[in-house]
């Protein structure tokens, strides 16, 4: 680990795991900028990289049981490197 990383890890670009939520077991595995991210940046990249289509409007992310808000940043509910989040849908949204 390079000393930056090791003074700074939330800021590097780290995989994070989205676990969806759904009948079937699947998940993502996203590499972000944890540092600046917000939970509203993290859901267009869920729409964009997942096979299946997620719109940002119908996906609930989770966190240590806690749904997260679009406007607050991963860091601010101390999402780290190698965390796995939960998605969920709105009911009948896919």
Known sequence: MSEARAQHPLIM????TIK?????SEA?????????????????LVEQ???RRFPVAAQ?????GQ????AKLLVEYRVE???ALHLTLTPGAV
């Open 20 to 24: 969806v939520v759904s009948g079937a």
């Open 60 to 64: 609930r992310l989770i966190f240590q």
């Open 13 to 16: 670009a780290d995989e994070l």
């Open 49 to 51: 990289q997942a096979p």
């Open 81 to 83: 490197a190698g965390c």
């Open 28 to 44: 993502l595995h996203l590499h972000v900028e944890l540092g600046g991210m917000t939970v509203l940046a993290l859901k267009q």
């Open 67 to 70: 749904i997260l808000q679009d």
